[in-house]
């Protein structure tokens, strides 16, 4: 395992720690039991694999954030079935208070539209996203925000 897949499992454990500021919810609830693939790539040779839960993969570190977005743009629209996200090493995210970046590489992550969906749906019947900003909710959810829209409503 190289360094840089070894320091990204340690992130992934930790952002599967429970946590009393999120109400005990982990800040990704599923990511210690998925099936994770890491990759180290280049930004421009991002293809997916079916048959992980997760792949991310470790992009060059000289990419300006606004680059590295528009590449997952590109990604987003290129792979109907999957939904990519950055995680930059210079841009720090949170929810509820609690740092959600790696700090240290610049990621894109794929996962699977249809599992995501599910996933998101389930978390939707629990107060976990009462925990997210709205802004990061829409940037997060993305299409699945009218779900999150609907449960807002009916409280």
């Known amino acids: 395992m190289s360094e840089k897949e070894a320091y990204i499992r340690k ?14 919810f982990a800040v ?12 180290e790539t280049t930004i421009d040779d ?11 993969f ?10 590295v977005m528009k590449w997952v743009s590109h990604y987003n629209e290129k792979f109907q079935y999957y939904k990519f996200f950055e995680d930059l090493s210079s ?6 208070g609690v740092k959600t970046n790696n700090e240290k ?9 249809k599992k995501l969906s599910t996933i998101r ?3 939707l019947q629990t107060d976990y996203y009462t925990y997210w900003t709205e802004d990061y909710l829409k940037e997060i959810l993305g299409d699945d925000f ?10």
């Open 28 to 39: 990704c609830p599923y990511a210690q039991n998925s099936k994770t693939l890491i990759v």
């Open 46 to 56: 991002i293809v997916p694999e079916p048959g992980h839960d997760v792949i991310i």
């Open 146 to 155: 009218q779900y999150a829209e609907k449960i807002t409503d009916e409280e």
């Open 121 to 123: 749906k389930k978390l």
């Open 91 to 96: 841009r720090d995210t949170f929810i509820g």
């Open 58 to 67: 470790i992009i060059e570190d000289f990419w300006r954030p606004d680059q």
């Open 105 to 113: 590489y610049n990621l894109i992550l794929c996962q699977s539209k």
């Open 11 to 24: 992130w992934i454990g930790e952002v599967s720690e429970n946590r009393p500021e999120l109400g005990g």
